[in-house]
């Protein structure tokens, strides 16, 4: 069923206008004239839309009544030319967002959705709190369209038997992508193996993986390398693209056998294997300059996932950190923090460029109070204006879809409804790099 949406207002032709909007859009609306109307209500709203002015009970006053009834449902206000001041309290006190009059049809129902995205996801950090007591820290958390793109491709590869080669900035969680298709695959019973290609000598790579038997070299005993240990399930070959040249012929031979030949043995020995190959850069052009092998890479792509960076997964960076933090404050036995509006702002605008590891860091600093995340705000300090926010918004909006869209703007332009021309000029006056 679609999200139930209060209409607070009462001016009758803005009330019904609202609702029109609201319907529009796919949602349902059920309006009231006054506050006192809204809480009298037996149907519960998954976000209410309030005027701030109205005689008996404000907006204000409605948004504490709410909150005290329902602390997860967002309440939106719509503020006259002179009620900044008051609209900031209302902020302190805890309303999602609020415009200004006039306002933007389409700007409202983008903070609908963002409230209600909102909702969403701290919807998912309760469902969340069993795992926290466990300490466990898995699952593919997020309700972006990456996240949910991620996820359907994860369930459409993992029940297969296909190589996988999983690329991604660093810290974006490629390893936890190979957990979920080997959890998915069908040798789910069978041990995960990891290997960091980037951290093994040379020297060492061919026994670490292939493994020796003994008398292969001085003191050697029999020793399985880590495909034969990944039998019957799965080896991750982390940062592969750092494989050395030499091997590569090697792993090639043994992935097309599905055979492993110990050093010092003249036998092959069978293996019933997935291989999953993490890269942080795209191998294609390194197949292209000689440094990987372009069979190799063939071999290993049966099927291929890319892992979206952290900065464009909007709304998910806060649901993520409030997660984060939660684990931290449990385990320490701290009070879960608040991440408040103003904070989640600062998130989505930062650079993140170590991803979710860097996002994990910040949220267990800041669960122990010894960090706020870097320009943020201390509670006490001022939200920043209206207009302030209004442009960052459309800003990130805007990185978003080129982030996207690769950088065509004239794709970009089409999916974020505007002139291509429109959508230069803001992309210069932000200062966004294409």
């Known amino acids: 069923m679609s999200p139930l949406i209060h209409v607070v207002e009462d001016d009758r032709d803005h009330r019904v206008a609202l609702c029109d909007l609201i319907e529009a859009a796919g949602h349902r609306a059920e309006a009231f004239p006054d506050g006192a109307a809204a809480l009298a209500a037996t149907s519960r709203p998954d976000l209410i839309l309030t005027d701030l002015r109205m005689p008996g009970i404000d907006g204000q006053q409605l948004l504490e009544a709410a909150r005290d009834r329902d602390p997860d449902c967002p309440v939106v206000l719509i503020s006259g030319h002179g009620d900044l001041a008051q609209a900031v309290q209302a902020m302190r006190a805890g309303a999602e967002d609020f ?33 926290i007591t466990r300490r466990d820290e898995g ?63 040379e020297s060492l790579f061919e026994i670490e993986i292939f493994g020796h038997v003994a008398g292969a070299f001085p003191g050697a005993q029999d020793k399985p390398g880590k495909l034969e240990a990944a039998s019957g399930g799965t080896l991750m070959l982390d940062e592969v693209e750092a494989m050395p040249a030499a091997i590569q012929p090697k792993l090639l031979r043994a992935l097309q056998e599905r055979s492993v030949e110990r050093l010092g043995e003249n036998r092959l020995r069978p293996l019933d294997l997935r291989i999953i190959a993490t890269s942080k850069t795209d191998l294609r052009p390194l197949t292209l300059d000689g440094s990987f092998r372009a ?10 996932i890319a892992v979206e960076p952290l900065r464009v997964l909007g709304d998910d960076i806060a649901l993520l950190f409030s997660h984060y933090a939660a684990l931290a404050a449990a385990r320490y036995g701290r009070e879960t923090p608040k991440v408040d509006y103003t904070l989640r702002q600062r998130l989505q605008r930062r650079a993140w460029p170590g991803n979710v590891r860097e996002l994990k860091a910040l949220a267990e600093r800041f669960a122990l109070g010894l960090d706020l995340p870097e320009g943020s705000a201390a509670p006490s300090a001022e939200p920043e ?18 982030e996207r869209c690769r950088g065509n703007t004239e794709r970009a332009a089409k999916a974020l409804g505007m002139a291509r021309r429109t959508l230069n000029d803001k992309v210069s006056r932000y200062g966004i790099r294409v």
Do not use: W
């Open 99 to 131: 415009l200004e009059k006039p306002y933007d049809g389409m700007h409202l129902l983008t903070v609908i959705e963002r409230g209600l995205r909102n909702r969403a996801a701290r919807a998912e950090i309760g469902r969340l709190q069993e795992r």
């Open 139 to 201: 699952g593919l958390l997020g309700q972006s369209a990456a996240m949910a793109t991620l996820r359907a491709r994860i369930n459409a590869i993992g029940p297969t038997d296909l190589d996988v080669v999983v690329t991604g900035e660093t810290g974006t969680g490629k390893e936890l992508v190979a957990r979920a298709l080997h959890a998915a695959g069908p040798r789910a019973g069978g041990p995960f193996v990891a290997v960091n290609c980037a951290a093994l000598p």
């Open 295 to 304: 069979d190799l890479f063939y071999r290993l792509a049966g099927a291929e």
């Open 385 to 402: 204006s209206l207009a302030a926010r209004v442009a960052a918004f459309e800003a990130r909006e805007i990185r978003l879809a080129l």
